[in-house]
């Protein structure tokens, strides 16, 4: 019987979760990789050895168990995040899509429903299928914008347990008012996360949802280290909320979630944040480049307050993803019709794009 060989429908798979698709962002190894919103630039030098030198004395102890609470950890996040927030006020986890996990398993569940306004970030339906409870969409404006009456109404008539709010929104890079968030906490009872995953690349002036939570108990503000501070590899996703929030959030994390090691780097690379974020001005600047190179060429940009673009006006998607896939370069088909998406690189991975897609048009 040990050669027999089963497919997953011949497992006793749980029946919610047949005919789903695992998130699958394609992965090649071609010269320039612009699919998945990564921060394409190196940790620098001098932040590189900061961290090599932190996770060589966690090393030492590594026969023991972490810190359970990541105290150090927390606290460098809460002083990072600043508008008065303490280390209590702080979650964390191996990236944001643990965090959310998280938030999903304590507040969602069987019975229970999550609710997002399309087309936005697909990992929120798959986790919450995965915790059990049942994915609501909502809708956007045809520009891919929400406006606080429309967002409420949506809200007030779905009544879900858990909202999602992507701001800026992935995969559109559209952003979202501050109006907008306190439109949908007042018209819900459920969790409201906001998920300010690419807050850094937004403008300097922009407000935060950090900025809404005193008073709002329900309200969570969820960040990542993968895309501002180029720690993608490294998995640190953390969250702001009510300290209630995060006691409900211990319910549910796996013991010593957060290795000693993972602590480690990410507190070290949090002590040098202005150095790490030096190179969100570059990526902008590459973001507005393309932007007004896209437009120059006929297609469509939207605005974008992120690390990367969506564009419109592709008349074949699928046909010009697999034109810059064959010259090198590889960029993210979201399934939106009509349109491809592309992240801000280094300038010479911009400029690679760039050439690639005005050869295409050139070509045809």
């Not at 909202?163 to 969790?191: K, Q, R, W």
Request: net charge negative; aromatic share 8%; charged share 20%.
């Amino acid at each position: 019987m040990g050669g027999v060989i089963v497919s997953l429908a011949d497992l006793p798979l749980r029946a919610d979760l047949r005919g789903q698709t695992p998130y699958g962002a394609p992965q090649a190894a071609l010269p320039v990789a612009l699919n998945v919103n990564e921060n394409t630039h190196p940790v620098p030098d001098e932040v590189a050895g900061d961290i090599l030198d932190s996770v060589a004395r966690a090393l030492r102890d590594i026969n023991r168990y972490p810190d359970r609470e990541f105290t150090a950890l927390r606290e460098g996040f809460a002083d990072y995040l600043g508008h008065g927030l303490t280390a209590d006020q702080i979650w964390a986890a191996n990236g944001s899509n643990e965090v959310l996990q998280h938030v999903l398993q304590a507040f969602a569940g069987p019975g229970r429903t999550a609710f997002g306004f399309a087309p936005t970030y697909s990992m929120y339906p798959l986790l919450t299928r995965g915790t059990g409870a049942t994915w609501v969409a909502g809708h956007r404006a045809h520009d891919f914008t929400l406006t606080p009456a429309d967002a409420a109404a949506q809200v007030e008539e779905a009544g879900p347990d858990v909202i999602f709010l992507c701001a800026p929104n992935n995969p559109t890079g559209t952003p979202l008012t501050l109006d907008v968030i306190e439109a949908v906490y007042d018209a819900s009872h459920g969790i409201v996360i906001v998920d300010e995953a690419y807050a850094e690349f937004a403008p300097r002036d922009a407000g935060t949802a950090l900025s809404l939570l005193p008073g709002r108990e329900r309200l969570v503000v969820s960040r990542t280290m993968s895309k501002a501070f180029a720690f993608a590899g490294a998995r640190v996703g953390y969250l702001a909320a009510d300290p209630a929030v995060i006691d409900a959030l211990r319910l549910v994390r796996l013991p010593y979630h957060l290795s000693a090691l993972t602590q480690a780097a990410a507190t070290a690379a949090l002590r040098h944040a202005p150095v790490m974020l030096g190179m969100v001005d570059e990526i902008v600047a590459q973001r507005d480049r393309i932007s007004a190179t896209l437009d120059a060429l006929a297609y469509h940009p939207h605005e974008s307050w992120t690390n990367f673009v969506l564009f419109g006006g592709v008349e074949d998607p699928p046909a010009t993803w697999q034109a810059l896939y064959d010259r090198g370069i590889l960029i993210r088909d979201v399934g939106i019709p009509g349109h491809l998406r592309v992240t801000a690189g280094t300038e010479a991975e911009t400029t690679a794009f760039l050439d690639a897609l005005a050869s295409i048009d050139s070509a045809s």
